[in-house]
């Protein structure tokens, strides 16, 4: 066990295993980010497609932190995944009026 002191003052206890997803966590961040400016702004073919793996990625990263069931976060990326592919692959204009169509 690791014990680290917030700022706050109190003591937190966390496992090596926590540890690693929360760096995993952090860095999906970062790739989200990405993410959401690859589709605001004009980018090649492969910035889009690098952009919608790494979101997935992100989307794990919060369900595997946050829950332990397996079948639910796969099946919620898989669907985020074919919902981004379709908005961004299938129509001309990728704003935001696709989610009220």
Do not use: D, E, N, Q
Not at 8 to 26: H, K, L, Q, Y
Not at 43 to 58: K, Q
């Amino acid at each position: 066990m690791l014990s680290i002191w917030v700022i706050f003052g109190f003591p937190i206890r966390i496992t090596t295993f926590v540890f690693v997803r929360a760096i995993f966590f952090i860095c999906s961040v970062r790739a989200f980010v990405m993410f959401i400016f690859s589709i605001w702004s004009v980018r090649p073919f492969v910035m889009v497609i690098f952009s919608v793996w790494t979101a997935r990625a992100f989307v794990m990263a919060i369900f595997s932190i946050w829950s332990t069931r397996a079948l639910f976060t796969s099946v919620f990326v898989i669907s985020l995944w074919i919902f981004l592919t379709r908005t961004i692959f299938f129509r001309k204009k990728c704003h935001f009026a696709f989610l009220f169509s």
